[in-house]
């Protein structure tokens, strides 16, 4: 048996998907900066994305998506094609870029423990 935020859960498969669902969302829910709220849709459109499957991979509402595609494609960071969004080879640096300075944070956590 689990508890989650006063809830009981029985162990399952369906359950144990609910659960790593609910704890993977609450990761995401803090605050985040523009730059990962930025690194995560270009992840979402990475091989091209409509909006409605970048908001939900990047767990975005409608006015933050909006906020954030015109930024991004006003940056060449992201290019609409259609109603297809995919990242430019600017937004593919941008990642990479990211991804590295998260992989130097995570090291230095891990030391300080």
Do not use: C
Not at 35 to 53: C, F, R, V
């Amino acid at each position: 048996m689990v508890t989650v935020k006063n809830m009981v859960v029985q162990p399952s498969f369906v359950s144990a998907h609910i659960l790593a669902t609910y704890i993977q969302i609450e990761k995401k829910m803090r605050n985040r900066s523009r730059i990962e709220l930025a690194s995560n849709i270009l992840e979402a459109a990475n091989g091209g994305a409509t909006k409605t499957k970048i908001m939900y991979k990047a767990f975005l509402s409608y006015a933050q998506l909006q906020e954030y595609l015109a930024m991004l494609t006003e940056n060449s960071l992201l290019l609409r094609d259609g109603g297809i969004y995919k990242p430019t080879s600017k937004g593919i640096g941008f990642l990479q870029t990211t991804r590295q300075l998260n992989g130097l944070l995570e090291v230095q956590a891990s030391q300080q423990k």
